[in-house]
């Protein structure tokens, strides 16, 4: 008996013992995905998915003309008369400008940060946009079986890992946006680079939203804030289009104060417009356009800009410096998803850019997970680790002395890349991810503190 005892105390301390030890294994080897996930492949489903230049681009394209197909009239008279009276009411009621500056951090301009104003909820649009956004199937319908359909039930169960400290809200409630310019001045960023698509044209979830830019503009005003815009891959986006809806929008906002304009190394201030998905449309379209001999070219006339171009794979350089773009944007807040996104990378593309006259502009991010609209995509996921994931991007970031930094995102909730502010919450259906053992602003803290190095670090870069 005494031996059968100790042969029993002594399998149970065994297996703690190698409990302990797998449990102390996987944590390493969880750590060591977050923080340095940098060979994570490219080539996987989750890029094959976003990016349509890669497998199945054809049926991607297809899909995303499709969804965009409500241009021109009846997208816009289908807008309610609810729509009209929130933005008349945003506009009478415009607060005048008080003593921002003695609060809040000065603006950085040189911290660019990407704004989506796609939200909508019953109050404001007479429906919930975007926070009800549908589960994507896998394209492989064997893997899309094993995972759930449908679309998500707001208020409580939203199409995001986070939940927003103002809710569900509508981008057209004034209170949302004057929230959301004084979260962004106290960040210490300075221009926000708003999603855009023309007039009557929405992404595939959404509805159009150019009229409420000129709101927008007048409450970045109030904090002094500047705006410019990150046009979206719209229905037939060619070189045509893109020089009238850049004469559009010049046109319509550029005398605004709050509108942008960077000045360059020989004086001028020209407006700035990234580019999203770039690479879809081939080299010598984007040359008609951005070169001074194009057919439709935009050089030394009273539209030309500065044109920032998403580089995903290393071969787009190329590409980018042959269609006449004046720089590159790496976007996504994955580190090792893409050779752009991939911080190891940056040093040489900082070097290209240097050597052919154009300016890098890395794209650093607090952390990414997108599981609740992609259910699949587990597995580039990356973990904030408590504010750590966003510092080494900005370090890796500041390595490369770039002229402009961009941040993904203010409130990309869909993909879990915002920095606005989150709160802890639970519901019968699902639990979601917070900012703890910090407070919910915690990311817009390490903004400013990462924009206050920047400056420091800038002085002695000039020096």
């Known amino acids: 008996i005494l031996n059968y005892d100790i042969m029993a105390r002594f399998r149970r301390r065994t297996c703690i013992i190698l409990l302990l030890f797998i449990l102390f294994i996987c944590s390493i080897m969880m750590a060591l995905k977050t923080l340095r996930p940098d060979r994570a492949g490219f080539g ?36 309610s008369n609810l729509h009209s009276i929130a933005v008349n009411t945003m506009k009478a009621s415009m607060p005048p400008v ?20 796609w939200f909508g909820n019953p109050q404001f649009d007479g429906k919930y946009i975007h926070w009800n956004h ?90 002094n804030l500047k705006v410019t815009f990150h046009i979206e891959p719209y229905k037939d986006r060619d ?63 009273p539209y030309d800009a500065l044109f920032i171009a998403l580089l995903v794979e290393e071969r787009h350089k190329h590409d980018i410096h042959r269609s006449g773009f004046d720089g590159m944007y790496t976007y996504f807040a994955t580190n090792g998803f893409s050779y752009g996104s991939s911080h190891h990378n940056w040093a040489s593309l900082k070097a290209f850019c240097d050597s052919n006259n154009l300016m890098f502009i890395p794209s650093v991010g607090p952390g990414y997970i997108d599981t609740s609209i992609r259910p699949w995509n587990n597995h580039n996921t990356r973990n904030r680790v408590n504010g750590k994931y966003y510092e080494t991007a900005f370090s890796a970031a500041l390595l490369v002395r770039p002229e402009i930094i961009s941040i993904t995102s203010f409130n990309e909730w869909h993909e879990g890349t915002q920095i606005e502010k989150a709160v802890p919450k639970r519901t019968g259906q699902v639990v979601y991810l917070d900012y703890k053992p910090h407070k919910p602003n915690v990311y817009l803290e390490l903004t400013q503190k990462w924009s206050e190095k920047y400056r420091k670090e800038q002085e002695q870069w000039l020096m």
């Open 44 to 79: 996987d489903p989750f890029g094959l998915g976003l990016l349509p230049e890669l497998q199945q681009r054809t049926v991607i394209l297809d899909n995303n003309k499709n969804s965009l197909n409500r241009v021109q009239g009846d997208t816009v008279t289908r807008v």
């Open 239 to 301: 070189d045509r289009s893109m020089y009238h809806n850049v004469k559009y929008i010049i046109d319509k906002y550029g005398g605004h104060p709050a509108f942008y304009r960077h000045k360059t190394s020989t004086g001028r201030f020209l407006p700035m417009f990234y580019v999203y998905d770039s690479y879809v449309t081939i080299p010598e379209i984007w040359a008609n356009l951005l070169t001074t001999s194009g057919s439709q070219t935009i050089r030394n006339t």
């Open 98 to 117: 008080n003593k921002l500056e003695e609060e809040l951090s000065s603006p950085n301009y040189n911290f660019h940060i990407f704004y989506y104003s």
């Open 134 to 223: 549908p589960l994507l199937p896998h394209w492989d319908p064997k893997i899309a079986n094993n995972y759930p359909k449908g679309r998500h039930n707001p208020p409580e169960d939203i199409g995001a890992n986070f939940y927003p400290e103002l809710g569900s809200y509508s981008s057209k409630d004034p209170s949302v946006i004057e929230a959301h310019m004084k979260q962004m001045r106290s960040a210490a960023t300075g221009v926000i680079v708003l999603s855009w698509y023309p007039p009557g044209m929405a992404d595939e979830n959404g509805e159009p939203t150019d009229d409420l830019v000129p709101v927008i503009l007048d409450y970045a005003h109030k904090y």
